[in-house]
């Protein structure tokens, strides 16, 4: 039987934190209830103590979002998880999101600490947010870079002490994934009381594998990957939610789904990128503009033929308006005759290899051959056909 993969979306607190994203509340509020009509999880609303507008925010968005979980982020600061608990008062189902790093990175550059003061102040923290809420998650910050058998014992250690979810951030984006999925199943297997908690894939993709990393994390045993609309996020940004949805969705034979409702991707990914003023690049899987748009010869004569030669995913399946044939310099005969076919106009093959001729003379002076190009060359044929 599929098990269901939770997906955390972090976009108005992770993604958020883009230079130039900001959003205020009546944003983030439309917004999270885009997210929750998308069909997450989990919304994870911002970081209530970090501003006052961040905590106005999250009260909103607690008071409006009727079946979503709504997260609150804070440090291992017992001020921070009291207004974090503050904003979401009003929230369905609240869960107050708290931690600290592990590495050694962080335990002596960043806190100055030693490991068995992180391990109390960790257990410290799950014990004060477990005063305001029964869903409580800890975030293990630079997990990837903790060493398995301290972050064991600090998994072990939160989870007694009330944590119901385990989040493992490879926070600067640095495992690969076969190190990743060892790491969650390392804790799988050593972690003695890890059937009682969730555990969270939360990666960075510095190094551009936050998407591969969370699969093999879910593979390895998490059930909960924290993502992120067109994988908006701090420095080269977070896991991408519409990858890893849809390699879930591609790949049923891993035996896993989500809630999200797919056609709405394409849709929710133009809304989150006019709202945050960052576009999307062309090339980006699922969701850019270039997708499902094929311009070479070779491939636009194998996809007229059989569209799955090379589209593994519907465009509709997504909300994405449809496949594209580009006609480029690169483009052949059967593209070419497609196109004009739409335009309505049929032409034998014999018409097609004269009319190839005029157009490559255009294509090669053009980036992009338009349908107002292929109207012209079709009216002068019509009058007087063209030759080569």
């Known amino acids: 039987m599929a098990q269901q993969v939770h997906i955390f979306d972090t976009t108005l607190r992770d993604g958020e934190q883009v230079p130039g994203c900001k959003l205020n509340t009546k944003e983030k509020l439309e917004l999270a209830l885009q997210l929750e009509a998308l069909g997450v999880d989990i919304i994870e609303a911002g970081f209530p103590i970090s501003s006052?507008?961040?905590?106005?925010?999250?009260?909103?968005?607690?008071?409006?979002?009727?079946?979503?979980?709504?997260?609150?982020?804070?440090?291992?600061?017992?001020?921070?998880?009291?207004?974090?608990?503050?904003?979401?008062?009003?929230?369905?189902?609240?869960?107050?999101?708290?931690?600290?790093?592990?590495?050694?990175?962080?335990?002596?550059?960043k806190f100055n600490a030693t490991r068995e003061e992180i391990l109390q102040r960790a257990v410290q923290a799950v014990k004060w947010a477990r005063n305001f809420t029964d869903d409580v998650e800890f975030y293990a910050e630079d997990a990837g870079r903790?060493?398995?058998?301290?972050?064991?014992?600090?998994?072990?250690?939160?989870?007694?002490?009330?944590?119901?979810?385990?989040?493992?951030?490879?926070?600067?984006?640095?495992?690969?994934?076969?190190?990743y999925g060892e790491k969650i199943a390392y804790l799988?297997?050593?972690?003695?009381?890890?059937?009682?908690?969730?555990?969270?894939?939360?990666?960075?993709?510095?190094?551009?594998?936050?998407?591969?990393?969370?699969?093999?994390?879910?593979?390895?045993?998490?059930?909960?990957?924290?993502?992120?609309?067109?994988?908006l996020g701090e420095r080269a940004g977070n896991t991408s939610l519409e990858e890893v949805v849809m390699i879930l969705q591609q790949h049923k034979d891993l035996g896993f789904y989500t809630q999200v409702h797919t056609q709405q991707l394409n849709p929710m990914s133009r809304e989150v990128a006019e709202v945050m003023r960052m576009p999307v690049q062309p090339n980006k899987a699922i969701v850019g503009s270039n997708a499902f748009s094929h311009s070479s010869g070779i491939h636009q004569d194998g996809f007229l033929k059989d569209a799955q030669t090379y589209?593994?995913?519907?465009?509709?399946?997504?909300?994405?308006?449809?496949?594209?044939?580009?006609?480029t310099a690169r483009s052949g005969r059967s593209a070419l005759a497609y196109r004009f076919q739409k335009l309505g106009y049929q032409y034998n093959r014999n018409d097609i290899d004269i009319l190839y001729q005029a157009f490559l003379k255009i294509a090669d002076k053009k980036k992009?051959?338009?349908?107002?190009?292929?109207?012209?060359?079709?009216?002068?044929?019509?009058?007087?056909?063209?030759?080569?």
């Open 311 to 327: 589209e593994i995913i519907n465009p509709e399946e997504v909300g994405a308006e449809g496949s594209k044939i580009v006609l």
């Open 188 to 231: 799988k297997n050593h972690v003695s009381n890890i059937d009682r908690a969730i555990i969270s894939c939360h990666c960075h993709n510095d190094l551009g594998l936050a998407t591969a990393n969370a699969i093999a994390g879910v593979i390895n045993g998490a059930r909960q990957i924290e993502c992120t609309i067109n994988g």
């Open 368 to 388: 992009e051959v338009e349908e107002s190009d292929l109207q012209v060359l079709a009216q002068a044929y019509q009058s007087e056909p063209v030759t080569a």
């Open 52 to 109: 006052p507008g961040d905590f106005e925010s999250v009260e909103q968005i607690s008071k409006a979002v009727k079946y979503a979980t709504v997260c609150g982020l804070s440090r291992a600061v017992q001020k921070d998880i009291e207004t974090a608990a503050q904003a979401l008062k009003y929230a369905k189902r609240p869960r107050i999101h708290t931690g600290i790093g592990t590495s050694d990175y962080h335990i002596r550059s």
């Open 146 to 179: 903790t060493e398995n058998a301290y972050l064991a014992t600090v998994i072990e250690a939160v989870i007694k002490a009330g944590a119901t979810v385990v989040n493992i951030p490879d926070t600067t984006g640095y495992c690969l994934p076969h190190q």
